[in-house]
């Protein structure tokens, strides 16, 4: 009889190739998340403090749209990794990226912005599906689920330390720095794939690139056919739109409407270099901080949570995880109490905690030998599609709904008050002071009149609407369509459910 392995017994069993490609990973979404977790607010923020000034629409077309492709180019990239091997993978994606994190930095028109950005989701697609393909292969079918969430783990460590370090670059320096400190890691992870890194052994088919290229999206075709993953994958959208909030909507959101100050006082109260730490040089907890609490959750509580997740089902486990992702989110947007968004935020990373690691790691199971990169780019699938979504929420959305420059102008207009148009001479902070002075209100005021007339909170009720809708369908696809299956002997739902 099979002894079970304690959590201690199954981090000790995994190899040296597995923890490298999880050091790769980590590495990686330092750059990432230090950009991509502070995005938003750079591209929207007052010119006068370097940000860019853009609308909440031309942020979501910035991101949505470069992050799809992101995650839908690994289905071609992960067969040409398979093909040309990792490590040479590794190589160009590390090259691609240096080039456009530094690019980033130097280019502040529309156009130009779009481009860079879109070099970076080139460079970033090219690696995506290689740790996960390693992780995979270097670990057992009793040991890769809590490989997965070890892997989950480590990715939050970069997307805790890439913010927190950004954060302090742009707040002390300003907003270049956090784009010259992505490619700085970047480059860390090139020297070490290049030192390091052992090419595993790998079957020779004899097919030229095209073909393997050709037959790997044959194999994809061939993967979502299967209703079982194809509803999956379905689903996985509408955690991923609830996820994508994070980065996209929430820090604006707590930019525009969270008395910021007072949580400062709150949080000195319990520790004033915690406080300090988590501030600007203003005394106002950074929006980018807060967000950063669902990585700090997550590498605290990972491996325990994945460890309970081998406990149950998948289906079951993800399901969970999708209730309480939903009640984290909603706490988070519902309000404009600070503590209340810090609840929140570590409410959904319980949710993500049990969720995302846990589907991949059912990708795991089912991926053919020799085959692992280009299944584990169905994972990424339905992330492309809510990232793709996502930009109705966090763009058009949030501009008519919550964005707080546009709620005052169309105060101001009410108010037959006349304002200058935002531009490159009058900023976005500009507009806010002249409109406070002319309102006769202090701009604390004149927010929560903003949000007592207007309700921007009221965006939650599509957010969590759509987690909810996706639980519903889970749960009867469960009922409905797996469990019979199981009963009639059709599939074994021992790995999945």
């Not at 989950?152 to 907003?175: A, E, H, K, Q």
Request: aromatic share 14%; hydrophobic share 50%; glycine share 8%.
């Amino acid at each position: 009889m099979k002894t079970e392995q304690s959590i201690f017994q199954m981090v000790k069993s995994y190899n040296f190739n597995f923890w490298l490609a999880n050091i790769q990973e980590l590495f990686e979404r330092w750059a990432w998340y230090g950009v991509f977790a502070l995005l938003g607010l750079y591209l929207t923020g007052s010119t006068d403090e370097g940000g860019l000034g853009f609308s909440h629409i031309q942020k979501g077309e910035i991101m949505s749209y470069s992050t799809a492709l992101l995650y839908l180019l690994p289905v071609i990239f992960g067969a040409i990794s398979d093909k040309i091997g990792y490590k040479i993978s590794l190589i160009i994606s590390y090259l691609i990226l240096i080039i456009g994190y530094y690019m980033m930095g130097e280019v502040s028109t529309f156009s130009n912005v779009f481009l860079a950005y879109l070099f970076i989701a080139v460079g970033a697609a090219f690696f995506k599906p290689i740790p996960s393909a390693l992780v995979a292969i270097n670990s057992t079918k009793e040991t890769v689920n809590m490989g997965f969430g070890i892997m989950y783990m480590l990715v939050n460590i970069g997307g805790f330390v890439g913010p927190g370090m950004s954060s302090y670059l742009r707040t002390t320096f300003g907003w270049k720095l956090i784009f010259i400190q992505a490619a700085v890691v970047i480059a860390i992870n090139l020297v070490i794939v290049i030192l390091f890194y052992k090419e595993p052994k790998r079957e020779k088919d004899g097919k030229t690139l095209g073909e393997s290229i050709k037959d790997s999206l044959k194999g994809i075709v061939t993967a979502v056919s299967d209703r079982n993953l194809a509803v999956l994958l379905v689903l996985m959208i509408g955690f991923w739109t609830m996820f994508n909030q994070l980065f996209y909507t929430l820090p604006n959101f707590l930019e525009d409407w969270v008395d910021r100050g007072n949580l400062y006082n709150q949080i000195s109260k319990f520790s004033t270099g915690l406080a300090n730490l988590m501030s600007d040089e203003n005394k106002l907890i950074t929006p980018e901080w807060l967000v950063n609490l669902d990585a700090g959750a997550i590498i605290i509580l990972q491996i325990f949570v994945s460890y309970f997740v081998t406990k149950m089902g998948y289906l079951n486990a993800m399901i969970r995880g999708f209730i309480i992702s939903i009640i984290g989110i909603s706490l988070t947007f519902f309000t404009n109490n600070g503590l209340y968004s810090i609840l929140g935020i570590v409410i959904f990373a319980v949710g993500e905690m049990a969720t995302s690691p846990t589907f991949s790691s059912l990708i795991a199971n089912i991926s053919p030998k020799g085959k692992n990169a280009m299944y584990q780019a169905t994972y990424f699938l339905p992330i492309a599609v809510g990232n793709w979504v996502t930009k109705y929420i966090a763009g058009d959305l949030y501009e008519a709904w919550s964005d707080k420059l546009s709620l005052l102008q169309t105060e101001m207009i009410k108010r037959n008050i006349e304002m200058p148009e935002v531009n490159a001479a009058f900023s976005k902070n500009d507009y806010f002071a002249m409109a406070s002075e002319k309102l006769g209100m202090t701009q604390m005021q004149m927010t929560n009149m903003l949000w007592d007339n207007y309700h921007p909170n009221k965006i939650w009720f599509v957010i969590a609407l759509i987690g909810i809708v996706t639980v519903i369908a889970m749960i009867i696809y469960n009922q409905l369509i797996v469990k019979p299956r199981e009963k009639r002997g059709e599939i074994d739902l021992g790995d999945i459910d």
